[in-house]
């Protein structure tokens, strides 16, 4: 089932720009969480955000979390060339021991 | 040790055949997860096992069998597969699985069904 829709689809911006990623879902949720996945690669979690927080910082990554809106962002600051790649926002679902991906955006850092 | 590992990397095979896919993690974490993923979409949840018993079947056809014969390793049986089960199968695992916390994913198995 299909529960992050992402936005946008694609990203492309020059080097040392920042990249800025949305992520909306429909229901009641536990943490939502961001990873990165390079072509062809596994994922790597990025960070986590509870439903009871709003805000959370890792290194040059900025999540805000809006629950009232069912929504979140991913701020990658100061982009590298290597943040090349396709990022995904996963919610766990109150009550299910699962969590569910977005569509993902794929990032392109233009050097 | 932060490592899920998959082997093979690249399985080719045909519809008739059997293979396996296989996964091992040493952080004794006890949850562990299939996903499978086709090209240019997200990972799409097919198994979780919590604490070596199978917790979620997400409809997933038959031939497809996983398999956790103890808490470190998993297996995912393929037998009479179809070119449309050509993608990349994900191993996760995270602590548990009833507040599932980060997931920590395997490099995939990339799996061609000719």
């Known amino acids: 089932s299909q529960q992050g829709e992402e936005d946008p689809q694609a990203l492309s911006i020059q080097e040392g720009e920042n990249a800025t990623m949305n992520c909306s879902y429909k229901?009641?949720?536990?943490?939502l969480q961001w990873y990165r996945q390079n072509s062809g690669r596994g994922l790597v979690h990025l960070i986590l955000?509870?439903?009871?927080?709003r805000e959370k910082h890792s290194g040059r990554l900025r999540v805000t979390l809006d629950t009232s809106k069912k929504s979140s962002s991913l701020l990658i600051t100061a982009s590298r060339a290597a943040d090349t790649a396709s990022y995904f926002c996963?919610?766990?679902?109150?009550?299910?021991?699962?969590?569910?991906f977005g569509q993902g955006t794929r990032l392109t850092i233009n050097p | 040790d932060t490592e899920v590992t998959q082997t093979p990397k690249h399985l080719v095979m045909g519809m008739t055949n059997k293979k396996s896919l296989k996964c091992e993690q040493h952080m004794g974490h006890r949850a562990m997860y299939w996903y499978k993923q086709k090209a240019k979409k997200p990972p799409e949840l097919m198994f979780v096992?919590?604490?070596?018993?199978?917790?979620i079947n997400e409809s997933v056809p038959s031939r497809f069998s996983p398999e956790c014969p103890n808490s470190s390793l998993l297996n995912l049986h393929l037998h009479a597969l179809q070119p449309e089960d050509s993608a990349l199968y994900l191993c996760?695992?995270?602590?548990?699985?009833?507040?599932?916390?980060?997931?920590?994913f395997g490099e995939g198995s990339r799996l061609t069904v000719l």
């Open positions: 096992y919590s604490y070596e018993k199978l917790s």
């Open positions: 996760a695992s995270s602590q548990d699985a009833k507040n599932t916390g980060e997931l920590f």
């Open positions: 229901t009641s949720i536990n943490n």
């Open positions: 955000i509870r439903s009871n927080e």
């Open positions: 996963a919610t766990l679902i109150q009550g299910a021991q699962k969590l569910v």
